[in-house]
């Protein structure tokens, strides 16, 4: 159904949610909600009803977004937003359980999606509040790629990037390489791994090789993502050695900067950035119009080279009856007065 979602998420497509699920979920404590209209297929969310939110012990119903999930909105068949909210809520106030509200993390914050839930929200008079916002850097842009680099970044940073692309070819055969096949993607796949295991990722335990989970998960979604056509890969390499990677994820009319790695040992390079300023064909690429970068905000390097921002944020909503949403209005009083700044604010 991705195909026609009214906004794409590919972390919710069959080829990575289910990877993600054998790997991640192997007791099956995830749903899967599916949205019929029509006797058709129109929309699904991944849920769980977790015991505690965050660091409380308060059970919620909350969207399903693991470590390497970088979007949480749901898939829904364009045009049937509103109804896949009512569905939802419908849902959820029948089956709330021992859950006291709904938890929506990483969501889209404009779009479509958001609009409906708003007026779905309005209309069923449903407290609601956006918990946590924040602004990750996008690349969405009329400009050409040479034009959004030439825009992007001063003259000097410029000139030093083409210092150390040249200081870097010093060292050895510098090649760059960019492939939507599945030509020896296995290989491939193999030296990402390893090249982020060798770096701080590594040495902090968060790398995928780190764990066998995520390390199979990230195989068979990049596996399923090839077969798709979903899969952009760049590499930059020195002597044929990988010292930069980086996976694209291609979701018309839009696309998402799933991973990047790079050899730490040639760091005073900036291989990463160079590997970036090739990234930038995305621009030129017929049918995507803008790149998430599923970058933490205020990312040390990204945030440099794409000027746009993409808001994104958790929410959190009232379901069940009138005491539990009471206790719901409590709740969400308390979070928001311990965080009073920022575009925090409660809506509904």
């Not at 009214?6 to 069959?14: A, G, K, Q, R, V």
């Not at 990722?201 to 780190?210: H, P, R, T, V």
Request: glycine share 8%; with cysteine; aromatic share 10%.
């Amino acid at each position: 159904m991705a195909q026609w979602a009214s906004e794409p998420n590919p972390f919710h497509e069959s080829w990575y949610l289910l990877a993600a699920l054998r790997a991640l979920d192997p007791q099956g404590s995830v749903a899967i909600l599916r949205f019929d209209h029509d006797g058709e297929l129109a929309g699904i969310l991944p849920l769980r009803r977790e015991p505690r939110y965050y660091r409380w012990p308060i059970p919620q119903w909350c969207n399903w977004v693991h470590g390497n999930c970088f979007l949480g909105a749901p898939l829904v068949a364009a045009g049937l937003e509103r109804p896949f909210w009512r569905a939802l809520f419908n849902w959820l106030d029948q089956n709330a359980g021992a859950g006291l509200f709904l938890h929506l993390a990483q969501m889209p914050l404009d779009g479509p999606l958001h609009a409906a839930l708003q007026a779905v929200l309005a209309e069923q008079g449903r407290s609601a509040a956006l918990v946590h916002g924040e602004e990750r850097a996008m690349l969405a842009s009329s400009l050409s790629a040479p034009d959004y680099f030439e825009s992007s970044l001063s003259g000097k940073k410029r000139k030093e990037l083409r210092r150390q692309h040249n200081r870097l070819g010093e060292l050895g055969e510098l090649t760059f390489e960019r492939r939507d096949d599945d030509h020896r993607l296995a290989r491939w796949i193999d030296d990402f791994l390893a090249l982020e295991h060798s770096g701080w990722k590594g040495a902090a335990g968060s790398a995928l090789a780190s764990h066998q989970a995520t390390a199979r998960m990230f195989r068979e979604a990049l596996s399923g993502a090839a077969a798709q056509g979903r899969l952009e890969r760049l590499t930059l390499s020195l002597d044929d050695e990988p010292i930069a990677m980086l996976a694209n994820f291609i979701s018309p009319p839009g696309s998402y900067s799933y991973k990047t790695a790079f050899d730490e040992r040639y760091a005073r390079f900036s291989p990463g950035v160079l590997l970036q300023r090739e990234n930038l064909a995305l621009l030129d690429r017929d049918g995507i119009d803008w790149c998430d970068s599923c970058a933490a905000a205020d990312h040390p390097m990204i945030d440099h080279i794409w000027r746009e921002r993409r808001l994104v944020g958790r929410l959190s909503i009232a379901i069940g009856g009138g005491l539990r949403r009471a206790l719901f209005g409590q709740l969400v009083r308390a979070e928001l007065g311990r965080n009073p700044t920022g575009i925090d604010r409660q809506t509904g």
